[in-house]
């Protein structure tokens, strides 16, 4: 899967949420929160129920699945079902010298689930580590970590959640 899919995956799933933003108001859509709404009815307020519908990528050569996005309805015993949506920020690696993007919590080798933020950290699946064969490439700005802050090569923590951009873990481009 190449970074030109990524961006697809990501334009699709824009789609996607934007077609549930729109048809909230649907009966069809009116009578589905309903029914969720029922389930939980009367239970204790520490459950909830919810209806997801997950675009994922799946890489049969690694067995492994990437949640792209997903979006769906949550009902709590009080108050009115309401849209949820799951997704996740990709980052930019270099990976054994070659640029990879890939959602930030799996592992850009072999796509298991796993978040690189500390040195030699490896993955536990493939024994990547980051820092050794895995480093991220930071050719804008923002924060990989909050996604708010700027960093730099000469401020290279971020000041809304003080991520240290270690320059053993980053290549800035």
């Known amino acids: 899967m190449d970074q030109e899919r990524f961006a697809k995956a990501d334009n699709l799933a824009e789609d996607i949420n934007e077609y549930f933003q729109k048809h909230q108001e649907d009966p069809d859509m009116i009578a589905l929160k309903a029914q969720l709404q029922a389930l939980v009815t009367g239970l204790d307020v520490r459950y909830?129920?919810?209806?997801?519908l997950t675009l994922?990528?799946?890489?049969?050569?690694?067995?492994?699945t990437i949640d792209i996005f997903g979006v769906g309805l949550n009902a709590q015993p009080e108050g009115e079902p309401y849209l949820v949506t799951e997704s996740d920020?990709?980052?930019?690696?270099?990976v054994n010298g070659s640029i990879t993007e890939i959602p930030h919590s799996y592992c850009p080798v072999c796509w298991a689930k796993c978040v690189f933020m500390k040195k030699g950290q490896e993955c536990s699946s493939c024994g990547s580590s980051y820092g050794r064969n895995i480093k991220l490439l930071a050719d804008n700005n923002?924060?990989?970590?909050?996604l708010k802050g700027v960093i730099s090569q000469e401020k290279p923590?971020?000041?809304?959640?003080n991520f240290y951009a270690?320059?053993?873990?980053?290549?800035?481009?």
């Not at 909830?48 to 997801?52: E, F, G, K, L, V």
């Not at 923590?157 to 959640?161: A, D, F, G, Q």
Request: hydrophobic share 30%.
């Open 48 to 52: 909830s129920a919810n209806i997801m």
């Open 56 to 64: 994922h990528v799946f890489d049969s050569k690694r067995g492994k």
């Open 157 to 161: 923590t971020c000041p809304e959640c």
């Open 142 to 146: 923002e924060c990989p970590n909050c």
């Open 166 to 173: 270690d320059p053993d873990l980053v290549i800035w481009g």
């Open 89 to 94: 920020s990709f980052a930019r690696y270099i």
